[in-house]
């Protein structure tokens, strides 16, 4: 279906990414070719790219995230999620974003994080942890872990909203090298021209 979502995501290590998004996404990638990987998903509807390049890895730019329709169809993807060994914790009835949520995160192996959530009803307050006071470092939508207090096999661990802080945020710069038809690394500017990153 068009318009569809296209996110692209530098990697550190793909045999290993590939292997946490065939379980976080439940198929294998499209494609898959040298430093390069592909899911087409069609719900959520998104095509999904991992290039590896470790240099221009940025696992702390925020967070990505799928919305679902109704409790049951999160409490469902959140135990296919735990039974695949990607769930990291889950959250419940919290105030984020000026919205209340429930919601479970995963973090890819580079920290990436995926935030997938039930909303309920827009609210006028955020909790506490998610409030940016002065002089905190605090911000909505924010997790508390990273990937260094992660065990090998993350478990689930139910936290109260008051146990989420912020990881700071980062950016990546316009025009960065991608991947060309052979999949090899280009200069500035070339990614994403017709066939290239899988388009």
């Known amino acids: 279906m068009f318009p569809r979502m296209h996110a692209s995501i530098y990697v550190s290590n793909l045999e290993r990414s590939v292997e946490f998004y065939n379980r976080f996404f439940h198929t294998p990638p499209e494609k898959k070719k040298a430093g390069y990987a592909k899911y087409h998903l069609s719900t959520p ?41 990607v769930l990291s914790y889950e959250e419940k009835d919290v105030a984020c974003c000026y919205a209340k949520q429930d919601k479970f995160w995963a973090v890819d192996p580079d920290g990436i994080q995926w935030e997938v959530y039930y909303f309920h009803e827009d609210v006028d307050f955020n909790d506490p942890a998610f409030s940016r006071d002065a002089g ?60 290239c990153c899988g388009k």
């Open 45 to 85: 509807d998104l095509v999904f790219s991992l290039v590896e390049y470790p240099e221009r890895v940025a696992g702390n730019f925020g967070h990505l995230g799928i919305q679902v329709e109704s409790p049951e169809l999160l409490e469902g993807m959140k135990e296919q999620a735990l039974a695949s060994n």
């Open 136 to 195: 905190e470092k605090d911000a909505c939508c924010s997790t508390a872990f990273s990937l260094e207090d992660l065990p090998e096999a993350a478990s689930i661990e139910t936290l109260p909203s008051n146990d989420v802080s912020s990881q700071s945020g980062g950016s990546q710069s316009d025009g960065l090298p991608g991947e060309a038809e052979d999949n090899e690394p280009v200069a500035a500017g070339a990614c994403c021209e017709p066939g």
